[in-house]
């Protein structure tokens, strides 16, 4: 069984400020994908960025960075240049075996 | 955005009752997914489908059924709902497993 790991339930940042939200994970498999989601207020769900397990550099999707660190088992997401428009939810996703398992999200609010 | 609808977006029902949910998407994408999403236990996948009528569980199938007869519907029914089951209800659609998967916008169902 796939297990995500999100220890922050909570965090401000200053608006123009990068943060960095916490995601470990645990399976046995060798092949995995990491995922990162944004939860607006609104509810929808919205796709940030992915991170294979086989890449060798770190994802990067505009102003999202994925910091993957295999050995440690970490996939930590980095917001550069906070915008109010970032509060949300975020959470933290591993796709193995046809599935994602998510993790339980943290809620970032950017302060301006 | 992808093409994908769920319906009603809204519901109420009443314990004991059948309801039956509905995705639909025009992405034409082989893998659709049914979760839940409940306070404290971020997303929690029902079912999935992998292809029309390949279907399997997830982490919390009891008292779900899916059903998918063509590619583009993927059916969640609750036989007979319970107030446990009162939670917002999101479907996914991804090309292949290891792909990000592209959420609808949810139905939130509340079960007196």
């Known amino acids: 069984a796939q297990k995500i790991t999100q220890t922050q339930p909570g965090m401000f940042v200053q608006e123009k400020e990068a943060v960095t939200l916490d995601c470990t994970y645990d399976?046995?498999?060798?092949?995995?994908?990491l995922f990162w989601y944004k939860q607006p207020s609104s509810g929808e769900m919205i796709f940030l960025i992915y991170?294979?397990?086989?890449?060798?550099q770190n994802a990067t999707e505009g102003r999202y960075s994925l910091n993957f660190q295999k050995a440690r088992k970490s996939a930590n997401l980095v917001i550069s240049a906070s915008q109010l428009g970032d509060s949300a939810m975020y959470f933290c996703?591993?796709?193995?075996?046809?599935?994602?398992?998510f993790g339980g999200g943290t809620r970032l609010m950017v302060k301006p | 955005d992808a093409g994908i609808t769920q319906s009603p977006r809204h519901k109420v029902t009443e314990t004991g009752t059948p309801v039956t949910l509905r995705c639909h998407q025009t992405?034409?994408?082989?893998?659709m997914y049914w979760y839940r999403q409940d306070p404290g236990h971020g997303l929690r996948l029902i079912h999935y489908?992998?292809?029309?009528?390949?279907?399997d569980k997830g982490e919390v199938s009891d008292g779900y059924s899916v059903s998918r007869s063509k590619t583009e519907d993927f059916l969640l029914t609750l036989e007979s709902a319970t107030s446990s089951q009162t939670s917002v209800y999101f479907c996914?659609?991804?090309?292949?497993?290891?792909?990000?998967?592209?959420f609808g916008p949810g139905t939130r169902l509340t079960v007196l």
């Open positions: 996914a659609i991804s090309a292949e497993p290891y792909n990000e998967q592209f």
């Open positions: 399976t046995s498999d060798q092949s995995y994908g």
């Open positions: 991170q294979g397990s086989y890449d060798e």
């Open positions: 996703a591993i796709g193995t075996d046809n599935m994602l398992t």
């Open positions: 992405e034409n994408h082989r893998y």
């Open positions: 489908s992998y292809g029309v009528k390949d279907t």
